[in-house]
Structures are given as structure tokens and as C-alpha cells.
């Protein structure tokens, strides 16, 4: 060899090797019996799956079992006790939440799209179940021809799929929207085809032509109006739609207008315009005055609680006090004025609402616990997140205050609530906590139990909490710092804001662990999902022994909801590049 | 401004109280202090009103007194009283997860590893495995295992009379096992010199190996010293007889002095305590250009930590049940250990036995003899198992894919085998990694068997409520369960944490 | 085989290698004979490091040959054993095993792939230590050593197992200004020992001062090659004026 050597000019780049693409018998070597430990491995384990899947698809459908229980309690899985004549409330309440998520669809504008490929591929694995199904279910069950050939036919439709979505570019990508609304229209299609049941027609019809009313007014608004406020409000409906669909939608109330009117309309009418004189002149105040006017204040949310005031009347004063410290801080500028007065009148309508409204007894003809099955489960699993909420962010903010006794305290309330389990704060929460409280107040054991949740899930966020605001870096203290904010700027429109971003995704995965953990409110005896599927329906006369249909039923739904979930927070994390940063 | 350019030293006055962001912050942090002090006495005081208008009174008497209650399963089915009742539940609690927490490390490492496999199947399974499992509530789980096991296991027959190897029924599963017996007690001792032993020879051979550089097979020499300990002790254990005399003279001690001594000691330790906390704190401010300026902070830090020294003390000195209860629980302690030592006892300390099927009339059952495990036990034991050894498998992955890829590079670069490297480069660099998140999970596990109480297993949880209900006794059963969580998770996490630490990689 | 007397220890016959459809090596062909020290030269992305990593089958090349003292480079595990622990490597980012003392990350490949009992590891990582100027922090752990320190301890590891051929991945890239020169004078003073490097360096006085041919790399091929002399003063190509340019 001679040098120097220069090479003329450079080549330009080939195509990779033929051989990398994968035929059928490289990819059997390479994933299956890469070395001859790999492939007794894979014999091993493929003999055994036959096997365990043919004792499995067997088990499931073989005529022993019991499933024509399952669609004959649909209803007592959904709703359990709610009175039946009522059920239009339960209707009404879906279509507020399928118009909001309409709405949401298309105000946050998932670019979810599909290529044709995934989904043929999709259809193929479902095919190929169904195929497995036809092949290995027992001798006894009747469709396994028709299924085995279904899953033929999908399989067929699947290649079709893929050589579309070779040979044409417009077939490539689907919107995810337009294909859940085309799987509705077919459901529908189906539902009014074949009369499986009739009654349950028009309802899921509604439901899907509000949720496209929904979608269209959200484009419409998200056409018009900016996404960061529109964003905003949205959320805001929601937060506020949940306690109206369980306080109002659902219960019924039957307000005492008298007394409303007679002793509350004063107190909340003198309040509410006290609070806005107030909060106008600390606003306009020197910083000593505010601050003898904010200790009046808190003076008189205390000093309601001595005297004989309604309830509704130290809820308002308690939050006109933290909102007229807040005040100086955040309601010195016009803007900021505007916005604190905005949000105390918001806030005190919507707190007499609820009072007034969860104050007053239910209209519904039934016995005390009118919420169960899938409903309940979901007002627990809800209502526990939206009320832990504040607890846990306040639980981490002390927890990483530098004022000891604080510290002390938030720490000792978080290690010992995660310390113990949580059937045990439920026990407490459902038996005990009544032991403390005067004889004569009554609780509604759903309260019950969903502040023991609350107390629960709070500890718990706390700790998520301040994982982000440990992550925050201290750069972003200085700067704040040195901008001139004070503590509680800082902690609100800086560290706070960063500290929840940086935690959703453990956020969501606490909302999954909340979903799963609702399963236990069946041992303090609330008629959840759960414990439909296990005492409720496998105790009716006609459906004795069908406890493990019920058990691998409610396991199924668990399982969808909470995989859709996980699903999706893996999604978020990736879009939110979390830990990446 | 502009007139005035002058530069004067600014007037040195503290800021009025009010202003003063140290008072402002004490004083809110002891108004919320005070605030929930007054709730604690108001819902306290609320109680003992409840309590009084229905004529009961709060008091730990139940715990002496018979509790007429019979457990399923359980070092006593029949317990004689509350404390017994509970012990049972800990002892059930504690069995399941002492055993499930090994069994979930095992499958959880398998399932995890596997999840990593270059095999299609064996990662595609393990992915299902987790996928289903970790969604699925662990209640229904156990309800599930629980229905299956009673429903769908046989029935036990008649002609399995007699000792078996091993039966599954619908009973339970019965496997043969080693039972303590009376003289177990002297036997620990020896088992317990023996890893002292043990540890002591493991240190010597290691201190060889680093000076002459031979193969001292440190690990080798420990285990036989162990094991060689242990069969001594299997036939010399009435020797260790003569260790119940020192429970003995300590507990002759603990009741010879009196309490007043124990009070007054008891208290100086307290206030002891309180000092050494400031004076530590004062040390740490203290730099070598001397004390620094303490900030009206310090002072408050300082001067609460001495009133809560001071109050404790007072508190032990005026109120003496508070000292007695404490010197009587240590006294029973040492009594209890006394009667388990005696030189006169003889016999092996662990009976091995095998399950039997006995026809006590017409219907066959399980007897005594082997190790059951019930159905609730079953349920709870592979609900928790399983459950519990999905999320140890994503943490395993986590664990092992966090190891950055440069070090298999520089193994394979050295000519490690792959094997090789997993062992020496790899896996001791991922178990760094997955030890606290992996504590969590044992943590959760622990706590988790309490869901025992839906399939009836009677764990901690489930006597508690059953002699709740029994005797009327709600609040000190919360607290029991409360104080018993609490210790499980301070011990486990104190192990975790102490191994972790252990580890703890080198920084600068 | 053998060039002018001296054997042949690495022979690189058109090597192709593909990251996906991306084209990372278009064609490689070499040859290396024993005690030559090569310096590779290039831009970003130009596929020296992935020419090296190929050479110890961190990757693995889909076409075209590589033999390494006589064995060639197949999927054959034997070879690949044998081929690496003749070969050794030094990263830019170190990779020190943090869970190991640096003595026992200079022994413990010397235990297993050697078969050396620990004494005779023990002495030759001693002398290695010394050799690289750092006897004293045998007992430490890499975490607590300087960048510079650790890249020669990675020096030693790698030379403990007496390869025939040392890598070396950028080893300077990671380092503090102050701290190259150590690792460089390690390198000096191996070079002058007779060992075969190949050296992806961005370090140009030191492919003057030691190199016996600087190879120019980009776009996944070999531009030019040739002495330092001819490389610094006289350069050909284009391609190889402009980056000479733009790095002096």
C-alpha cells in the first residue's frame, strides 16, 4: 500500500443491504431462536401457552359459565341503588360530561392520527384472537366456527389495509377523532338495527349527537377565542360541572327556598358586598393598613365560629379572609384588582350554590345511599382528586417550608397516613371519626368515606408535589428573588407552576392508583362497582354461582380504564419530555 | 433624592414587631400550633362526652380480658384474651409478608429480566404479565385467587386418610414444615452466635485475603462456621439455659428500683436529650472565626426545643403511669423471655411434620399436623404476590436500563462474557438503582395485606374490627393498627435504608 | 503478510455499515501493521468512531471484511471473545465501573478473561498505576478522581490485559483544558512504547508529534491518508483543506 493515498471523490450513499429486511425465517432466528438457549425457551414457553390459553379459552366459554348475568345487571353495575324512576338523571349527567369532552376535543385539538398500516395491523391482531379463539375454544360452543371465520375475514381486510396504505398517499393518515366518530355512528347503526334492547336507543343517541354539539361549539369558540383563556374556562367548567352533576343533577334537591331566603340571603348578600369593599381597599391600601384590615378580617372568619352564624356564612367569611391576603400581593395592579374581585364573586356565588344545594335533603324516593356501582366508584375516584388537591399542594408546600413547626407538622401527617394502609383510614373515616363529632350531626357515609379518601390521596400528592418542587432548580429561587417578589409570588407564579408541570405524569399515575383503590370502599360497605360484581348480583336467587363471571367482569372494566389511563400518561410523559429536560 | 447626595450610614433600629418577618413567622406558625392543639382537646374532649353519655370509658382493659372470639387461622385459634387476639393478627400479617416479599423479589426479578430478553415470547409474556396484573385493583385479585381456591379446588377425600406429602383441596394446601418446639427459644441463641460468629470469621478471612492476596473463600468459612454453630446448637442448646438467668436479674432489677427512680431517670434523659440537640445546633453555627451571631430563628428553634425538653421531663415526673406503664411492659418482656430458658429441657428445638387427612365422623378434613394454607391465606398470599411482583418487574427494567450503555461497552471492550458482565458490571450497578423504589414496593406489599379482611383472613386489620365490634372498642383498635403499621414500615425502611446507604456509590 | 517486514495486525477490506437507511460507513479499506500509531481525523458524524467500535465489534459492519491479527471478524462468538481481549479500548466518556475501586477495575477483567490469580492482578495493575502517574488512588473510587485521572485509570484498565491493539475513542473530548495534557502524555508515552493505537482525536499536535499516518475521514469514508508532514503541509483533497482550515 502506497501513501499518501487521496481517494478521487467521494461516493455517494447506498442503500442498506437487501438482507436487512426481515423475511419470516431471519425474524423466527433472530427473535425466537437466536441460541439454543432462546430456543428451548421458546419451546418451553410456546407449549405452555398452548396449553394455559386453551385451559383459559375453555374456562371462559365453556356452558357452565354463567355470562347472561352480566347484561342482565348492566344497570346495577352502572348505577346499583339510584332509583330507577330517576334514571333520567343518571342520562342527564353523561350528556353534560359527553358535551364537555366534546368540547375538550376539540379545544385542545389532539393531533392524534393513525396511518392505515397501524390500523390494519390493529384489525390483524384482533383477527388473529379471534382465529387463536375459533381454534381453541371447546368442543361445546356453538360460534366457534363463526368466530374463527370472522377473525379470517379481519385478517383479509387487514392486508387489503396494508396494501392500500402502500400504494396510496391519502389512504396514510386517519384522524383518531373522525375514526371514534365513525365507531360510534356503527354502534348506533347497530343499536337501531338490531332492537338488543330498546329502551337504551335514544339515550346513547342523544348522548353521541350532544357530544358532536359539544365538539362543534368548541371548534366554533377555538376558532374565536384565544387557546390560553379558552383552555382555562374549559377547565374551570369541568371542575364546576362535576359537584353540579353529583349535588344537583343526581340528588335532587328539594330546597327550603324559606329559610334560604329568610336567614341565609342576608348573610350571604352582606358578605359578599362586604368582601368587595374590602378587598377594593386593601388593594388601594399602604401595606400597614392592608395589613390591619386582613388581621380583621381573619379576626371575624374566627369570631364567626363563636357565634351562631350558618355554616355557609364561616365558609364565606374563612374565604374572604384568605383571599384579602392574598390581596396585597396579587391585587395591587387595575388588572389585579379586577381579577381578585372577580374571583371572590365567583368563588362566594358558587360556595353558597353548594351549600345551598348540598344543605338541602334529596328528592329522590329511596333509601339514604342513592349513589353505587360504576357511578359511585367514579364520584369517589373524582371527587377524591379535585378535594386532595389543595390539601396535598399545601401538605408539600409545608413540607418544604423553611418555618419548623409547619414542617414538622406536614411531615408527621404525610408519614403517618402513608405509613398506614388504606382500608385502615377508611375504617376510621367511615366508624371512628363520628366518635369525635357532636351526636347530633349526621353524615352521609359517601361523605364519610370520601374524606378518608381525600386524607389518603393527599399525603400522597404531597409527596409527588414535592418531588417537583425539590427538581426545581435554585437559579429559579434567585431570580425570582432578586425580581423582588415575595415569598408567596414567588411560590404561586413561579416554583408552584414548574413544580406541577414537572409531576404530572406521577400526578396521573396517582390517579390510577386512586381509580384502583376506590375497589375498597366495598369492605366499609358502599355499594361501588365492586361490590356489585361481589356481593350485590352473585347473591341474587338467579344468579347464584356466578361469582367468578362477576369478579373477572369487574377485573375486565378495571383493567380497560386503568390501561387507557397508564396508556395515556406514558403518551403525556413522552410529549411533556419529562425527565428529559 | 437628588438634593441629598450625601452618604450616610442608615440609623441602625430594629424594625418594629409587627414588620419583623422572624415574629411575623413564629408567630403565625404558634397561632396554627395553638389552633389545632385546641381542635385535638375539643374533639378529645367531644369523645370522651360521647363516650360517657353512652356509659363507656376509654381504657386498655380489653387487651387482659377474654375475648371470646375464635380465628380461623393463627398462632391461637382460641385466643384467651385481646392481646392475644391481636397477636395473632401480627403474627398472620407478618407471615404473609415475610413471605410474600420474597416470593414477589424472586418472580418480580424473573418477569423483569425476562421483560429485557432478546426472546420475543419470553418478553412478549412478561409484557402481558405486567400489563394485566399492575391494572387490575389488587382487591378483585384477591377475591379472585380466594373464589378460585374455594370453588374450584377438590374436596378432601376419604381414602387421602393418613400422612401426606402434600394436599390441595378446597380447604386449603397442606405441606409438610418445621414447628418450634419449647426448647426453639435456647436453640436462637445458638443460631444467633452463630452469624455473629459467622460475621466475625467472614471479616478475619477478608483481612487475610487483603494482606497475603491468597483465595481465603471468605464466604465459604463463614457459612461453615455458621452451620457448624447451628448443629452444635441443635444438641447443646440446654446450655443456653443458663442466659434465661439474665433476663432474670435484669428483670429482678427493673422491678427493684423504684418507679420514682425510673421517673426522675427517665426525665433526665429527656431534658439530656434537649440539650444535646442545642448543643449540637449551637456546634453546627459554630465556624472556626467562633460563634456565629444567633438570628432571632436560632433562638426561637432553641428556645423551643428546650420547652419541649422541659414539658416532657414535667410531664414524666407528674404523671407517673406514664413511667409505670413502660417499666411494666419491660418487665413482662424479660419475664416472658425467662420462661423460655431452662437447663432441664431437652429434646430437638424444630419438629418436622407432615399433613394428614383425618375422618373425625363422616366428612374428612384436614388435621393439625402439616402446614395449612387456607384459602383466605392463599388469596391473600398469590394476590399480593403477584400484584406486588409486576410493578418489582418495571422497576427491575427501569433498574437495569438505567445503567448507562458505556459500561457494557467497556466490559465487552475487557472481553467480558455477556454473562460475565451482567454479574460483575450490571446488575451491581442496577440493584443501586432499584433498591429505595424496590423498598417502596415491599412497603406496599406489607400494607397491602390488609385487604386480607375481604376474604376473612384474619390479619391485623380483621381481628381488630372483629374485637372492635366485639367489645366496643373502636378507638384504641385504630390505634393499635396505627402504631403496628407504623413499626412495620419504620423497620422495613430502616433495613432498606440501611443497605442503601451501604451501597451508595462514591462521589466526590 | 507482512509490508516492509512489518506484519499486518488490522486489515479492513471496503466495510459498509447502515444505522437504519443511514449510510454511517461507505466503503473502508486499510491496512494497519504492527506498532504503527494511527490518528483519525474528522468532522462530526463522519464515522471514525463508528469505523473503530466495528474494529472491536462494538458494531457490527454488514459488509466488507475486517481481520484483526490474522482472525477475522464473523458472528462466530469464539472470535469475538478472542478478538477483544487482544484489543483494547479507551472511551470519551470514560466508563470506570463507578461500583469499583480502581484497582479492582484494573482487575477484574485481568481475573476472568486473563485467568490471573489476584496478586499477579494486583501487581501488574500497581505498575500500571504507577506507569500512568497515579499510584496513590489505587483505593479510590472513580467518582472521587478528576476527568483527567479517570481517562488514565481507563488507560490502565485497558492496558492490563496486554492487548496488541489500543482504541481510543476520543478519549480527550470530555476533559477540562488543563487535564488533557496527562491523559496525552500517557498516550505519548505509550506510543513510544511500540504499541498499535488508533486514535479518534481532535488533538492535532498530537498527531504531529507521534503520528506515523493521520487518516482523514467524512462522509463515512477514508478522504486521504498520509505522514503528518504531507497531511500538514501538503494536503490534497478539497474536503480535507476545508476542515484543516477550519480546525487550525
Same mark, same amino acid.
Given at each position: ?581 | ?508 | ?85 487482544? /484489543? %483494547?479500548?479507551?472511551? @470519551? ?6 461500583? *469499583?475501586?480502581?484497582? &479492582?477495575?484494573?482487575?477484574? #477483567? ?21 506507569? /500512568? %502517574?497515579?499510584?496513590? @488512588? ?6 472521587? *478522581?478528576?476527568?483527567? &485521572?479517570?481517562?488514565?485509570? #481507563? ?34 508515552? *505509550? ?58
Amino acid at each position: 500500500m502506497t501513501i499518501p493515498r487521496v481517494s478521487a471523490e467521494l461516493r455517494p450513499p447506498e442503500p442498506p443491504p437487501e438482507a436487512s429486511q426481515l423475511g419470516a425465517v431471519v425474524w423466527l432466528r433472530q427473535n425466537l431462536f437466536g441460541s439454543v438457549a432462546s430456543g428451548v425457551v421458546s419451546v418451553v414457553l410456546g407449549v405452555a401457552l398452548f396449553f394455559m390459553l386453551r385451559g383459559a379459552i375453555g374456562f371462559l366459554l365453556s356452558e357452565d359459565r354463567l355470562w347472561e348475568v352480566i347484561p342482565r345487571n348492566a344497570t346495577n353495575y352502572a348505577i346499583e341503588g339510584y332509583p330507577r324512576a330517576d334514571i333520567a338523571r343518571i342520562w342527564l349527567s353523561l350528556d353534560v360530561i359527553l358535551f364537555l369532552a366534546g368540547l375538550s376535543m376539540a379545544v385542545w385539538r389532539p393531533s392524534g392520527r393513525m396511518s392505515l398500516a397501524s390500523l390494519a395491523a390493529a384489525v390483524r391482531s384482533l383477527g388473529t384472537v379471534l382465529v387463536l379463539v375459533g381454534i381453541l375454544a371447546p368442543e361445546t360452543f356453538g360460534s366457534r366456527f363463526t368466530v374463527g371465520l370472522v377473525g379470517l375475514v379481519l385478517i383479509g381486510l387487514s392486508f387489503v389495509g396494508m396494501r392500500l396504505s402502500d400504494t396510496t398517499a391519502l389512504a396514510d393518515r386517519i384522524p383518531t377523532l373522525g375514526l371514534i366518530a365513525g365507531l360510534a355512528a356503527l354502534f348506533l347503526a347497530i343499536l337501531w338495527v338490531l332492537p338488543i334492547e330498546s329502551s337504551t336507543q335514544i339515550p346513547y343517541t342523544i348522548g353521541v349527537v350532544v357530544a358532536l354539539i359539544g365538539h362543534g361549539i368548541g371548534r366554533l369558540a377555538a376558532a374565536r377565542v384565544a387557546p390560553g383563556p379558552l383552555r382555562a374556562i374549559v377547565t374551570a367548567v369541568w371542575l364546576v360541572s362535576l359537584p353540579i352533576i353529583y349535588l344537583h343533577i343526581q340528588r335532587n334537591p328539594v330546597v327550603d327556598w324559606d329559610t334560604v331566603i329568610g336567614s341565609w340571603m342576608p348573610w350571604i348578600i352582606g358578605i359578599v358586598v362586604g368582601g368587595l369593599a374590602l378587598i377594593t381597599v386593601v388593594s388601594r391600601s399602604e401595606r400597614e393598613r392592608a395589613g390591619v384590615l386582613n388581621a380583621l378580617a381573619v379576626v371575624a372568619a374566627i369570631a364567626a365560629w363563636t357565634i351562631s352564624a350558618p355554616m355557609l356564612a364561616r365558609a364565606l367569611l374563612a374565604l374572604l379572609a384568605v383571599l384579602s391576603l392574598a390581596t396585597p400581593t396579587f391585587g395591587s395592579s387595575a388588572l389585579g384588582r379586577r381579577n381578585m374581585l372577580l374571583t371572590w364573586l365567583a368563588g362566594a356565588l358558587f360556595a353558597s350554590y353548594i351549600f345551598v344545594v348540598g344543605d338541602a335533603g334529596t328528592g329522590l324516593q329511596t333509601r339514604n345511599e342513592y349513589y353505587g356501582g360504576l357511578n359511585l366508584t367514579m364520584m369517589l375516584a373524582a371527587g377524591s382528586l379535585l378535594l386532595s388537591f389543595p390539601l396535598g399542594v399545601l401538605l408539600a408546600l409545608g413540607r418544604t417550608s423553611t418555618m419548623p413547626i409547619f414542617r414538622l407538622l406536614s411531615t408527621g401527617y404525610i408519614e403517618v397516613v402513608r405509613g398506614v394502609p388504606l382500608i385502615t383510614v377508611l375504617f376510621i373515616a367511615r366508624f371512628g371519626i363520628l366518635n369525635f363529632l357532636p351526636v347530633n350531626l349526621e353524615f352521609d357515609p359517601n361523605v364519610l368515606v370520601l374524606g378518608g379518601i381525600t386524607a389518603f390521596a393527599a399525603a400522597y400528592l404531597a409527596e409527588n408535589v414535592r418531588g417537583g418542587l425539590q427538581s426545581i432548580p435554585k437559579g429559579q429561587y434567585e431570580a425570582a428573588k432578586a425580581l423582588g417578589m415575595t415569598t408567596a409570588q414567588m411560590t404561586m407564579l413561579i416554583t408552584l407552576p414548574q413544580a406541577l408541570r414537572a409531576v404530572i405524569p406521577a400526578i396521573v399515575g396517582q390517579v390510577i392508583a386512586l381509580f384502583k383503590d376506590t375497589s375498597l370502599v366495598a369492605i366499609v360497605g358502599l355499594a361501588e362497582f365492586f361490590r356489585v360484581a361481589r356481593d350485590i348480583v352473585p347473591n341474587q336467587t338467579n344468579s347464584l354461582g356466578s361469582i367468578i363471571e362477576n369478579l373477572l367482569f369487574a377485573a375486565a372494566v378495571y383493567w380497560i380504564f386503568t390501561y387507557n389511563f397508564s396508556r395515556a400518561s406514558q403518551r403525556l410523559e413522552r410529549r411533556l419530555g419529562v425527565g428529559t429536560r | 433624592m437628588a438634593t441629598d447626595t450625601r452618604i450616610s450610614r442608615p440609623p441602625e433600629r430594629k424594625p418594629p414587631l409587627w414588620r419583623n418577618v422572624t415574629v411575623l413567622k413564629w408567630a403565625a406558625q404558634l397561632v396554627v400550633l395553638a389552633g389545632l392543639i385546641a381542635l385535638v382537646v375539643i374533639l378529645g374532649l367531644q369523645a370522651a362526652g360521647n363516650l360517657q353519655a353512652q356509659g363507656r370509658s376509654f381504657g386498655w382493659g380489653f387487651l387482659s380480658r377474654p375475648a371470646g372470639i375464635q380465628i380461623g387461622e393463627g398462632i391461637f385459634t382460641r385466643p384467651a384474651n385481646g392481646f392475644q387476639v391481636i397477636q395473632t393478627g401480627a403474627v398472620n400479617m407478618l407471615r404473609i409478608t415475610v413471605s410474600g416479599i420474597l416470593a414477589a423479589s424472586v418472580l418480580g426479578v424473573i418477569v423483569g429480566v425476562s421483560r429485557l430478553s432478546a426472546n420475543w415470547l419470553l418478553n412478549r409474556l412478561a409484557t402481558v404479565y405486567i400489563e394485566i396484573l399492575r391494572n387490575i385493583p389488587l382487591l378483585v385479585q384477591i377475591v379472585f385467587w380466594f373464589f378460585v381456591a374455594s370453588l374450584t379446588f377438590p374436596n378432601v377425600s376419604a381414602d387421602q386418610e393418613g400422612t401426606q406429602w402434600l394436599v390441595i383441596s378446597n380447604k386449603g394446601v397442606s405441606i409438610p414444615w418445621f414447628f418450634p418446639t419449647e426448647t426453639f427459644w435456647q436453640w436462637s441463641v445458638f443460631v444467633i452466635a452463630g452469624l455473629i460468629a459467622a460475621r466475625l470469621v467472614y471479616r478475619a478471612r477478608i483481612r487475610r485475603l487483603e494482606e497475603t492476596g491468597a483465595d481465603t473463600y471468605p464466604g465459604r468459612y463463614a457459612f461453615l462456621t455458621f452451620s457448624g454453630v447451628v448443629v452444635a446448637g441443635w444438641f447443646l442448646h440446654p446450655v443456653a439455659g443458663a442466659v434465661g438467668w439474665v433476663w432474670q436479674l435484669l428483670a429482678s432489677i427493673v422491678s427493684a428500683v423504684p418507679t420514682l427512680a425510673w421517673q426522675l431517670a427517665l426525665a433526665a434523659a429527656a431534658v439530656y436529650l434537649a440539650v444535646r440537640w442545642i448543643r449540637r445546633f449551637l456546634d453546627s453555627l459554630r465556624s472556626p472565626a467562633g460563634l456565629a451571631k444567633l438570628t432571632d430563628d436560632d433562638w426561637f428553634r432553641i428556645g423551643l426545643a428546650g420547652a419541649v425538653g422541659v414539658v416532657a421531663a414535667a410531664a414524666l415526673v407528674f404523671i407517673p403511669t406514664l413511667t409505670a406503664s413502660v417499666v411494666d411492659l419491660v418487665d413482662f418482656v424479660l419475664r416472658f423471655l425467662d420462661q423460655k430458658f431452662d437447663f432441664l429441657r431437652t429434646g430437638s428445638p424444630l419438629r418436622f411434620a407432615r399433613p394428614d387427612v383425618v375422618v373425625p365422623g363422616r366428612f374428612p378434613q384436614i388435621g393439625t399436623s402439616g402446614m395449612t394454607m387456607t384459602p383466605a391465606f392463599f388469596g391473600v398470599w398469590i394476590g399480593v404476590t403477584l400484584y406486588t411482583a409486576a410493578f418489582i418487574a418495571e422497576v427491575v427494567r427501569g433498574g437495569v436500563l438505567a445503567v448507562p450503555k458505556g459500561q457494557t461497552e467497556a466490559g465487552l471492550a475487557l472481553g467480558l462474557r455477556r454473562s460475565q458482565l451482567l454479574r460483575m458490571i450490571i446488575l451491581p450497578q442496577a440493584f443501586r438503582i432499584i433498591l429505595p423504589p424496590i423498598g417502596n414496593q415491599y412497603l406496599n406489599l406489607a400494607k397491602n395485606t390488609s385487604l386480607g379482611i375481604a376474604v376473612a383472613y384474619p390479619e391485623i386489620v380483621a381481628v381488630g374490627q372483629t374485637l372492635a365490634n366485639q367489645t366496643g372498642q373502636a378507638m384504641q383498635t385504630f390505634l393499635i393498627w396505627i402504631v403496628f403499621y407504623l413499626i412495620v414500615s419504620l423497620v422495613l425502611s430502616g433495613i432498606v435504608n440501611r443497605y442503601n446507604r451501604r451501597l451508595a456509590l462514591v462521589e466526590r | 503478510m507482512s509490508v516492509n517486514g512489518r506484519k499486518e495486525i488490522v486489515v479492513c477490506d471496503d466495510v459498509k455499515k447502515w444505522f437504519g437507511e443511514f449510510q454511517a460507513l461507505r466503503g473502508i479499506s486499510t491496512t494497519i501493521t504492527e506498532g504503527e500509531v494511527v490518528v483519525i481525523i474528522g468532522p462530526s458524524g463522519s464515522g471514525k468512531s463508528t469505523w473503530i467500535r466495528c474494529i472491536n465489534r462494538l458494531e457490527v459492519h454488514q459488509e466488507g471484511r475486517i481481520v484483526v491479527d490474522g482472525i477475522e471478524l464473523t458472528s462466530d462468538v469464539k472470535n469475538i471473545e478472542r478478538i477483544r481481549s487482544e /484489543v %483494547g479500548m479507551v472511551f @470519551q466518556s470514560f466508563n470506570l465501573f463507578p461500583h *469499583l475501586t480502581v484497582l &479492582q477495575n484494573i482487575t477484574l #477483567a485481568q481475573t476472568w478473561v486473563r485467568k490471573r490469580t489476584k496478586r499477579e492482578a494486583e501487581e501488574k495493575a500497581m505498575g500500571l498505576l504507577d506507569r /500512568v %502517574g497515579i499510584p496513590e @488512588q489505587a483505593g479510590k473510587y472513580p467518582g472521587q *478522581l478528576s476527568g483527567g &485521572q479517570q481517562q488514565r485509570v #481507563a488507560l490502565a484498565r485497558s492496558l492490563a490485559m496486554d492487548p496488541r491493539i489500543m482504541l481510543f475513542d476520543e478519549p480527550t473530548s470530555a476533559l477540562d483544558p488543563e487535564m488533557i495534557k496527562e491523559v496525552l502524555d500517557a498516550m505519548k508515552e *505509550l506510543a513510544r512504547s511500540g504499541m498499535t493505537m488508533l486514535v479518534v482525536t481532535h488533538e492535532m499536535g498530537f498527531a504531529r508529534e507521534v503520528a506515523d499516518r493521520v487518516i482523514f475521514m467524512d462522509q463515512g469514508q477514508i478522504v486521504e491518508e498520509g505522514t503528518p508532514e504531507h497531511f500538514f503541509t501538503n494536503p490534497q483533497h478539497d474536503r480535507t483543506k476545508l476542515f484543516l482550515s477550519q480546525i487550525l
